[in-house]
T-cell receptor, first 114, second 113 residues
Framework: NAGVTQTPKFRILKIGQSMTLQCAQD?????MYWYRQDPGMGLKLIYY???????DKGEVPNGYNVSRSTTEDFPLRLELAAPSQTSVYFC?????????????FGPGTRLTVL | DQQVKQNSPSLSVQEGRISILNCDYT??????FLWYKKYPAEGPTFLIS?????DKNEDGRFTVFLNKSAKHLSLHIVPSQPGDSAVYFC????????????FGPGTSLSVIP
């Protein structure tokens, strides 16, 4: 099993550009999550999904969009990139609810917006 | 307002000694707690968890203690090994649901050989 995979590993965007961060898992997990980690801070939840076709906002959803058309994939879309979106982004999945189950994380995408 | 706090950004410990990482929380509705470990350039990995119905959970060299009245938990690593050098995140859930967790800012542990 590859677990949770994320692409790209690194990306530099100009202000106002858009991009999609890809996330896929092969563990047949219903629950998937997007987090961002800023220096010296914990992981902040951006969006999450409890199954295909169902998504919900986390703590910091502004400037992002998600979709979940399949169990395996959970892409994160950044529209009109801003310097405040410079961060490391982690995708995660879990078999059950994150609060009571282990989350499996991808290796992260380091995004810089200039 | 941080609901999960890890007040020590970093900690250095000699190999073979005990490492104690602390975590405080403010929300009394939290009732499930998890620790994740993160190496540089990798995603976090789950380490150990504890439910509020317990005050201790042990897994090999790792033990988590929970003091609900003080809203405090700690992770003990005995004996510490150089491979334990990583950032450790405390996380909590159960405020209104269990579909998401709140992470602390992390403590960077260095185990010196």
């Amino acid at each position: 099993n590859a677990g949770v995979t994320q692409t790209p590993k690194f990306r530099i965007l100009k202000i106002g550009q858009s991009m999609t961060l890809q996330c896929a898992q092969d563990m047949n997990h219903n629950y998937m999550y997007w987090y961002r980690q800023d220096p010296g801070m914990g992981l902040k939840l951006i969006y999450y999904s409890v199954g295909a076709g169902i998504t919900d906002k986390g703590e910091v959803p502004n400037g992002y969009n998600v979709s979940r058309s399949t169990t395996e994939d959970f892409p994160l879309r950044l529209e009109l990139a801003a310097p405040s979106q410079t961060s490391v982004y982690f995708c995660a999945s879990s078999r059950g609810l994150a609060g009571g189950n282990e989350q499996f994380f991808g290796p992260g995408t380091r995004l810089t917006v200039l | 307002d941080q609901q999960v706090k890890q007040n020590s950004p970093s900690l250095s410990v000699q190999e073979g000694r005990i490492s104690i990482l602390n975590c405080d929380y403010t929300n009394s509705m939290f009732d499930y707690f998890l620790w994740y470990k993160k190496y540089p350039a990798e995603g976090p990995t789950f380490l150990i968890s504890i439910s509020s119905i317990k005050d201790k959970n042990e897994d090999g060299r790792f033990t988590v203690f929970l003091n609900k009245s003080a809203k405090h938990l700690s992770l003990h690593i005995v004996p510490s090994q150089p491979g334990d050098s990583a950032v450790y995140f405390c996380a909590a859930s159960g405020e209104t649901s269990y579909d998401k967790v709140i992470f602390g800012p992390g403590t960077s542990l260095s185990v010196i050989p």
